[in-house]
T-cell receptor
């Protein structure tokens, strides 16, 4: 157990729907990062939050949004889902704003859009 | 655009057969190169961070090295439990914010007993 908790582990939903993925960072970590991993593109950075504020943004689609709450957990919202959104979504956390010692990843949420 | 290329895509070795995995990168302002291990269905597990050319780090049968253009992950006398996908990532950007890691697509390593 890495200490980063992601729920749910698996999610199957239909095209056009909206889902919310949840992440609880490791105790003491203030930064949360979201990554998408698909078979053909590897791990793609989506967004970073630090202590409730957005810090960095990757190629995150406008249909996707995220936030970090005062208790530091984070949610990734995916809307108007398309078949191509099927992927593993990972959350990672680190103590500070800079991942000097790498991130700690959760075990991911596998999203299947049918 | 920052690029990270890993080779080979897949590698099969006999148990005890040493080899190296390559990670080449093209970035502006490298602020760290990271190696991760990922088992099927799990999140990546942090192995090493390297910051400057010439730096080396070791952990059990793994040793990571860094030059100005590439990094190698050397695996010595591997065991079947070393089978996994090994990911390389680079950190670029300013001191404040912009903390994304750019990952390569990984090398899938299989150790045959």
């Amino acid at each position: 157990d890495s200490g980063v908790t992601q729920t749910p582990k698996h999610l199957i939903t239909a095209t056009g729907q909206r889902v919310t993925l949840r992440c609880s960072p490791r105790s003491g970590d203030l930064s949360v990062y979201w990554y998408q991993q698909s078979l053909d593109q590897g791990l793609q950075f989506l967004i970073q939050y630090y202590n409730g504020e957005e810090r960095a943004k990757g190629n995150i689609l406008e249909r996707f949004s995220a936030q970090q709450f005062p208790d530091l957990h984070s949610e990734l919202n995916l809307s108007s889902l398309e078949l191509g959104d099927s992927a593993l979504y990972f959350c990672a956390s680190s103590v500070g704003q800079r991942a000097n010692y790498g991130y700690t990843f959760g075990s991911g949420t596998r999203l299947t859009v049918v | 655009e920052d690029q990270v290329t890993q080779s080979p895509e897949a590698l099969r070795l006999q148990e005890g057969e040493s080899s190296s995995l390559n990670c080449s990168y093209t970035v502006s302002g490298l602020r760290g190169l990271f190696w991760y291990r990922q088992d099927p269905g799990k999140g990546p597990e942090f192995l090493f961070t390297l910051y400057s050319a010439g730096e080396e780090k070791e952990k059990e049968r793994l040793k990571a090295t860094l030059t100005k253009k590439e990094s190698f992950l050397h695996i010595t006398a591997p065991k079947p439990e070393d089978s996994a996908t090994y990911l390389c990532a680079v950190r670029v950007g300013s001191n404040f914010g912009n903390e994304k890691l750019t990952f390569g697509t990984g090398t899938r390593l299989t150790i045959i007993p």
